[in-house]
């Protein structure tokens, strides 16, 4: 079993930075593919960045250029480094892991942006 635990969210405002942290309890496989996802008010959730270890990182067309995904396999953490922060990037950001069929979800970080 896999448990995962965000951290990094805040209210930021447009232009700023924020950096997000989950990190994971439990066995990491070299093949597990981690990310990011975000669920704005009213919308589905959506796919922001996902690695998988010794990978580059996989992005949404909405925030290529600002946002960088990495790892940590030591510590089984996984970072979001997002900058130049939008008012429409506002949303609830969670935590995934990919194994095969499964996916496994941390509870959520929620990051605002706003003047």
């Known amino acids: 079993q896999v448990q995962l635990a965000e951290s990094g969210g805040g209210l930021v405002q447009p232009g700023g930075s924020l950096r997000l942290s989950c990190a994971a309890s439990?066995?990491?496989?070299?093949?597990?593919?981690m990310g990011w996802y975000r669920q704005a008010p009213g919308k589905q959730r959506e796919l922001v960045a996902d690695?998988?270890?010794?990978?580059?990182?996989n992005y949404a067309d909405s925030v290529k250029g600002r946002f960088n995904i990495s790892g940590d396999n030591a510590k089984k953490t996984v970072y979001l480094q997002m900058n130049n922060l939008k008012p429409e990037d506002t949303g609830v950001y969670y935590c995934?892991?990919?194994?095969?069929?499964?996916?496994?979800w941390g509870q959520g970080t929620q990051v605002t942006v706003s003047s």
């Open positions: 995934n892991i990919r194994r095969g069929i499964l996916r496994y």
């Open positions: 439990g066995t990491i496989f070299s093949m597990d593919v």
């Open positions: 690695i998988i270890s010794g990978g580059s990182g």
